[in-house]
């Protein structure tokens, strides 16, 4: 079990410098310097000072110097300046931002998973009934949906027609001076459409892959002793196939993750809220290539952190494993 | 063997047929083919001709998707807006099916080293969330279809390679490989000629279920305005300025969005039902 974690540990280390070559190589390698890029939008900026500024950010060194000094500030958590006008630093702005995208999230895959779980048990336990087939049906359309026109949809039926919930932003303009339930009462108010729209795109796929997980384990012999000495159907499926259906769904929490982050674009954009996918958004909007590189690797090593914790607790919650080395 | 021994007659066309969704996705992908080769016969309108005086209007017999806000007939530039879709989907679909079957069947057919840093390789690739990934490179390049079906391409061959080596792998164990290793084949002949035409049919699944993905994808672009370009009519750029004006013109965001959604969903029902008809264990139902 140590061992395993060891060498999940140790595997970090070349993934890490993998996805920091991959950053670096997608912002180089395509057409066009960047500097250039920013440059190219003002005319009034002579060749001396466009040198100056290639200067100013490393730019007139070989590609592999700048990567490695790329890599060793990065290592330190310094992610060079953002070529915005305010040139803050590029961890601020992303720190300032990565706590309501990540929340966001957290919300999703836990409402993600609360309904995906019981609707997969359902329609696995009513194989080929109408309500097995109701679900598959749903299920198809819930794949198909894309996101960005749901949160149309939405902001159109609750925002507009009825007025019930806000359009944009993550508090109203003068809620400081709210009370504290009042305060909480209108975050939340702003945090149900975009949470629906970002829960709503895996959990077609969650359920689906619910249902074969059940099923499969149902098909098992020990569920057949289960049912062969009488217990109810209810504690069969409950008790005894649902703790290990639910194992391959930790795998899956993992994996959602960069869509998850991927998907933030879309919602944050739309409803306006001020989190990572729309920093990103901006960013590359501007061709802020510091900021865009270091939300790249910082969006990666998310996905292999959370990678690594799913497979970390895979083992610990299956005996077979935790037991076997 | 005549056409009717066939396994393809016998067995997958048999089981595809029995299953109602799937001849539904089939039947639903063979309509958009059409409608995108016939756009200039189906349009009533052109979709580019503006119109001053019907500026946002609402759907009505001339003009059954409403005007946009330039008053251009919606109808006509979602009819138009198919060609987009279908040309992004099956470009980028292409390019991410070529790679993933080139590293898949390299990386399964020589394990150890090769095998190794391919999968790293996609292991790595996997970690990128595949919309900043795109966004990122898309916004370097001038924007034009190519380079999104270009992109779309390169960030989603991941899941093929994948496929293509678990299924190599298996296959490379088979006696009928060893015959043809005794008999002198080379590797490059035994890849092509005996290991590649047998992982083609998981292939056509996954490039059919892509095909759906990359529209999404392409769609979600063009919505954030770095996809297709107006004027050239795309199902996500119309659902943009659907978006500026959601409060006056509903019809803007909801039938491009229609149009998207049957569109995925054919693709999905269709990639499901060959995946269950090429299936033996599938049980019949």
Redesign the interface.
């Known amino acids: 079990m140590e061992g395993y974690i060891l060498k999940r540990l140790l595997m970090l280390v070349?993934?890490m410098i993998?996805?920091t070559l991959?950053t670096f190589s997608?912002?180089h390698l395509?057409?066009?310097e960047p500097v250039e890029?920013q440059m190219a939008m003002n005319p009034k900026v002579g060749k001396e000072a466009r040198e100056r500024l290639k200067k100013f950010y490393g730019l007139d060194q070989p590609l592999h110097i700048q990567y490695l000094s790329w890599v060793g500030k990065i290592a330190r958590l310094d992610f060079g300046r953002s070529l915005s006008s305010d040139g803050r630093p590029v961890i601020d702005r992303i720190t300032e931002r990565l706590p309501v995208t990540v929340s966001l999230n957290l919300i999703a895959l836990v409402l993600e998973f609360g309904f995906a779980i019981p609707i997969g048990i359902m329609a696995a336990v009513h194989r080929?009934t109408w309500i097995d087939k109701g679900i598959?049906?749903l299920v198809?359309?819930g794949?198909?949906?894309?996101?960005?026109?749901v949160a149309?949809?939405l902001?159109?039926f609750f925002g507009?027609k009825l007025n019930w919930l806000p359009v944009s932003g993550l508090h109203s303009l003068g809620s400081d001076s709210y009370s504290l339930p009042l305060y909480l009462w209108d975050m939340i108010k702003h945090l149900i459409m975009p949470v629906m729209v970002a829960s709503f795109g895996s959990l077609a796929g969650l359920s689906r892959y619910m249902r074969s997980s059940m099923l499969n384990v149902i098909a098992q012999d020990y569920i057949t002793t289960a049912r062969a000495k009488g217990l109810p159907e209810r504690v069969v499926i409950y008790k005894h196939a649902l703790r290990n259906a639910l194992l391959p769904l930790i795998t899956l929490a993992g994996f959602s993750i960069?869509?998850l982050?991927?998907?933030s674009?879309?919602f944050e954009?739309?409803y306006a809220i001020p989190g990572m996918g729309q920093l990103?958004?901006q960013g590359?909007?501007s061709?802020d290539?510091t900021l865009?590189m270091g939300?790249?690797v910082i969006?990666?090593?998310l996905?292999?952190v959370g990678?690594l914790l799913a497979d970390i607790s895979y083992a610990i919650a299956d005996p077979r494993i935790r037991h076997g080395q | 063997m005549s056409y009717k021994d066939s396994y393809f007659h016998a067995v997958f066309w048999r089981q595809f047929k029995a299953n109602p969704l799937a001849v539904a996705g089939g039947a639903l992908v063979v309509i958009l083919f059409a409608v995108s080769l016939l756009a200039p016969f189906i349009a009533r309108h052109s979709p580019d001709t503006i119109n001053a005086w019907h500026v946002l209007a609402p759907p009505s017999w001339e003009h059954w998707f409403g005007t946009d806000e330039l008053g251009r007939d919606v109808f006509s530039r979602v009819v138009y807006g198919a060609r987009i879709s279908l040309k992004v989907g099956f470009v980028a679909v292409g390019i991410a099916v070529v790679i993933g079957t080139a590293v898949g069947l390299v990386s399964g057919y020589y394990n150890g080293l090769t095998d190794g840093a391919l999968m790293r390789i996609v292991d790595i690739m996997l970690c990128f969330p595949a919309f900043f990934l795109i966004l990122a490179v898309i916004t370097f390049l001038e924007p034009s279809i190519w380079y999104i079906m270009l992109v779309i391409g390169l960030t989603g061959w991941m899941g093929v390679a994948r496929l293509v080596r678990a299924e190599t792998m298996s296959i490379r164990e088979m006696d009928y490989i060893m015959a043809s290793r005794c008999i002198g084949c080379s590797d490059g002949r035994i890849i092509l000629r005996h290991i590649l035409p047998n992982v083609l049919s998981p292939v056509l699944v996954s490039a059919t279920l892509g095909v759906a993905g990359a529209i999404l994808t392409e769609s979600a672009l063009s919505f954030l305005g770095i996809g297709v370009q107006p004027p050239t009519p795309s199902w996500g750029n119309i659902l943009t300025s659907g978006k500026d004006y959601i409060e006056f013109a509903w019809w803007l965001s909801f039938f491009p969005g229609l149009s998207i959604l049957v569109t995925v969903l054919a693709y999905n029902l269709l990639g499901e039902g060959i995946r269950d008809a090429l299936d033996p264990k599938v049980e019949k139902r």
């Open positions: 070349p993934l993998g996805i991959v997608v912002i395509a057409p066009g890029m080929d598959t049906v198809f359309i794949f198909a949906l894309p996101a960005f026109w149309l949809l902001m159109y507009v960069p869509g982050i991927g998907g674009v879309i954009t739309v990103f958004y590359v909007m061709r290539y865009v939300i790249l969006g990666a090593t996905t292999l990678n």
